[in-house]
């Protein structure tokens, strides 16, 4: 890790070669003989901590000070002042100065006060960086998918997050509705405070109020203190209860009291804890179902649905298959430790064959394993699980085809063209593999080897009319 820089002002050459002394081992120390060479040196680089005399001819620490605060605003700076002077540095603070110290003064003294500094610095930035990094990760543009389903998703996510209003995600489980949810806590104007997320289906269900409200001393066995609940937690920010549906039905009464007054009560206590929350909640359950059939209360959902947003299958969303396989298989590829350049085409063929039940989440799993597997070049089909391998393989995604050497894609548009002649054959004949065979002339055992290898079922191509195949 780099040392932190420290600019020392000073127009007293004994005091500057003191200080230069106290911190050249700890710090990248740069030093400057009066303020008008202060404000020549800051002019051109930043300083994580600026320690200046306060009193010195041509430019002295205030102006140092304005300067540094108005060129660079995070950087600390520290005063010094000599007896009598305190009042100055008093006012150097309210102006944006972090600390004084008073000449004269014990070194050990001065090195704390600067060390304060430094690490002050050193936590603002880890702050900023945490923050970058979490609208990097969770920013609309990272969602990966470029389909019309999924761009139709982000300007929705892109409202909601200006709103500040409640929301409802909805889809089937592995579609990304939990990072949905952070992507609109961390766009919106909540995004410093917490981001609390709650699966309301791993709650025992005789602690979800408590967890969620919080409790009293005494209020129940084992409740040997207070305990705030995870709506206090965030407030000012969001929470995200996942899987709504699943929360018992006495909960729901008093979340939906929650909701209308804005308050909440912990177990045990009558009197309210006013609360400025944000909720985002989500489920893989047909609401509406739930409450035709009494397991959701209806007041419940209708102050949940302010804003709905339903996540797409993977299946209507096919086209983002080759963006987010690639983006997987990078970002495994760096968390292994793999010099992994892409797939081999057959696997390519099962990936865009496949379902995908689990969405999106399956997805991921599937190329984190495969990763973890592989030890060649490029991630192979036997790398991928039997129920890829047993399944059909589908049409290589253009984006994904030119990935491959020239040779193998003209294998794959042999392929692609066979597979297409062989399911029109298939219709043609109704999936009678007899009189198919004989049309294209080729033996029976034959088309059957045809048939297999390209993951075709005669039977998927039977319409019921009463012909049967030899």
């Known amino acids: ?72 605003p995070d950087t600390e700076v520290v005063m010094i002042t ?36 430094a690490e002050r610095r050193r936590l603002r930035e880890q702050a900023k960086r945490l923050t970058r990094e979490a609208q990097d990760r969770f920013g609309f543009g990272r969602l990966v998918g470029r389909s019309r ?28 509705k939990e990072l949905a ?37 005494g209020s129940f066995t084992g409740a040997e203190r207070a305990k705030p609940g995870l709506f206090e937690e965030a407030d000012g920010g969001t929470i995200f209860l996942d899987e709504i549906g699943d929360l018992p039905l006495p909960v729901q009464v008093k979340l939906n009291r929650a909701l209308q007054e804005r308050e909440i009560r912990r177990v045990g206590e009558n009197s309210a804890i006013k609360i400025d929350v944000r909720v985002i909640a989500a489920t893989h359950r047909d609401l509406k179902v739930e409450v035709r059939e009494g397991r959701f209360r209806e007041d419940l959902f209708y102050r949940l649905h302010v804003f709905p947003v339903r996540m797409p299958p993977l299946r209507e969303r096919t086209e983002d298959l080759p963006m987010l396989a690639s983006h997987f298989l990078e970002r495994a590829a760096r968390t292994f430790r793999r010099d992994i350049e892409g797939f081999e085409p057959d696997a390519l063929r099962l990936l865009a064959g496949y379902a995908w039940p689990g969405n999106v989440r399956e997805l991921e799993n599937v190329i984190e394993r495969a990763v973890a597997v592989t030890t060649g070049p490029r991630v192979a089909a036997d790398a991928l699980p039997s129920e890829l ?11 994904l085809l030119a990935r491959v050497p020239y040779r193998e894609a003209l294998e794959l548009a042999r392929d692609r063209a066979s597979r297409d002649y062989l399911t029109a054959l298939l219709q043609k004949f109704s999936g009678n593999v007899t009189r198919a065979a004989e049309h294209a002339g080729v033996e ?13 079922k005669s039977d998927d191509f039977k319409r019921g009319d009463g012909e049967q195949q030899p």
């Open 1 to 72: 890790m780099s040392r932190q820089r420290l600019l020392i002002v000073e127009d007293k050459d004994s005091m500057l070669r003191l200080l230069e002394r106290i911190f050249s081992e700890t710090y990248e120390v740069a030093t400057a003989a009066d303020g008008l060479r202060a404000l020549l040196v800051l002019g051109e680089q930043p300083f994580d901590v600026v320690l200046t005399d306060i009193k010195m001819p041509g430019a002295d620490g205030f102006e140092v000070l304005r300067t540094v605060k108005r060129r660079w």
């Open 82 to 117: 000599a007896h009598g002077s305190v009042p100055a540095a008093v006012e150097a603070i309210r102006e944006g100065a972090y600390d004084y110290v008073q000449k004269p003064f014990d070194p050990d003294d001065v090195a704390l006060v600067v060390g304060r500094a």
């Open 149 to 176: 389903a999924m761009q139709e998703t982000y300007a929705l996510l892109e409202q909601a997050a200006g709103l500040d209003i409640t929301v409802l995600l909805t889809g089937e489980s592995g579609t990304g």
């Open 181 to 217: 949810a952070r992507a609109i806590h961390y766009e919106g104007a909540r995004k410093e405070r917490r981001f609390v997320p709650v699966n309301c289906g791993a709650l025992p269900a005789d602690l979800v109020e408590s967890e969620l409200f919080g409790h009293a001393r």
């Open 389 to 399: 391998r047993e399944g059909p393989r589908g049409p290589l995604p253009g984006e």
């Open 444 to 456: 029976r055992e034959s088309l059957h080897r045809l048939l297999k290898r390209y993951g075709l």
